[in-house]
């Protein structure tokens, strides 16, 4: 029975990831010698599963070594303490792991979702990766046929492993993305879906569209779904289907024209390092993106301030230095309250 067929085939076990995590701290621990390297040999000998559970373990162990660390951690402290941090982020490697991995059974059932301010890594059964970012929940469905995720909230990164003869696709309200072997973001707002691709070819539709045509889309700006692809007698939205090239960013709104950009992936992917990168954005939305990695919520007393322009990197979940930043920018003041961060005042002030 191949993989298709039993989607559940070939899981790791969370207390094998648990013992590769373990390994991992104490190869990188100041304790490590040749017993425990010897120890460690012995251990992936014991069984296949091992040493693909060190694998796996060795790879969210090197994804973690890059996320980006604030700025107060610069500070220096005393050689045990940064001991002890990498003993940690083994055993945080082990909570990645055994929610992305041993809970592979449960996504179908229940979906898996971060909190605010939180990420989070799953490595599929077939290898795909997908990033959370906060606030986000998807929920995985495979069969023999399609390999199927809905992103229910919030923002995701998909690393789709390669299958040619098992599609993968992307629910996200009434879009969804097609893809085969290739990398791509989707995030769903309240009112809005953008699919960012990264790298491959990936269709994007309406979940209503029947059509095989696959137009190519070039250039920038809004896009006409109709001058496409014409809807469909009988149905009560165009029948839209586009195919994306590499750096094209596909944003749907509800009500709205469907847009056509082509971002810096780097700032579209800055919430991976802990960073908001914001250009020339109106404060209004300055606010909702920020408010995004903290329960303690950006308020705008004044809305003429709201179309004030805000530009630069920012901490994700620092809403604090990012309220003082625009204050000292535009002369407004901060008030903390009931659980808030209020800018107060405004260009006439």
């Given at each position: 029975?191949?993989?298709?067929?039993?989607?559940?085939?070939?899981?790791?076990?969370?207390?094998?990831?648990?013992?590769?995590?373990?390994?991992?701290?104490?190869?990188?621990?100041?304790?490590?010698?040749?017993?425990?390297?010897?120890?460690?040999?012995?251990?992936?000998?014991?069984?296949?599963?091992?040493?693909?559970?060190?694998?796996?373990?060795?790879?969210?162990?090197?994804?973690?070594?890059?996320?980006?660390i604030p700025s107060q951690a610069a500070v220096a402290r005393p050689q045990s303490a940064v001991r002890f941090k990498l003993t940690f982020a083994a055993l945080t490697a082990v909570a990645v792991l055994m929610v992305g991995i041993g809970v592979t059974l449960r996504l179908r059932e229940d979906g898996v979702g971060t909190a605010v301010g939180e990420q989070r890594l799953l490595t599929l059964e077939d290898g795909t990766q997908i990033y959370l970012n906060t606030s986000t929940r998807v929920v995985v469905s495979y069969d023999k046929t399609t390999r199927r995720v809905e992103l229910q909230a919030g923002e995701a990164i998909f690393h789709v492993a390669k299958k040619p003869d098992w599609p993968f696709v992307v629910t996200a309200g009434d879009r969804q993305v097609k893809a085969l072997g290739t990398s791509f973001i989707v995030r769903r707002d309240e009112q809005r879906v953008a699919v960012t691709l990264m790298e491959g070819k990936v269709v994007v539709s309406s979940v209503l569209s029947t059509s095989s045509s696959l137009p190519v889309i070039a250039g920038e700006g809004s896009v006409d779904p109709a001058a496409h692809e014409p809807a469909a007698s009988g149905e009560a939205t165009p029948n839209e289907v586009f195919m994306m090239a590499p750096g094209q960013r596909l944003t749907f709104t509800a009500g709205g024209a469907t847009q056509l950009d082509t971002p810096s992936l780097d700032k579209t992917t800055a919430w991976r390092r802990g960073q908001v990168v914001l250009d020339d954005t109106p404060l209004s939305a300055a606010v909702v993106e920020m408010n995004r990695y903290n329960s303690v919520k950006l308020v705008i007393e004044d809305p003429q301030a709201s179309r004030l322009l805000v530009n630069g990197l920012f901490q994700a979940g620092d809403s604090m230095s990012f309220a003082k930043a625009v204050a000292h920018t535009y002369g407004l003041s901060v008030i903390e309250r009931d659980g808030e961060i209020v800018l107060a005042g405004g260009p006439n002030h």
């Open positions: 029975m191949n993989s298709r067929e039993s989607p559940t085939e070939g899981l790791i076990p969370p207390e094998r990831l648990a013992e590769a995590a373990v390994w991992i701290a104490r190869l990188h621990g100041e304790e490590r010698g040749r017993a425990i390297e010897q120890g460690f040999k012995r251990w992936l000998q014991e069984d296949p599963l091992n040493a693909r559970a060190f694998e796996l373990a060795t790879e969210v162990w090197n994804d973690a070594a890059k996320l980006r």
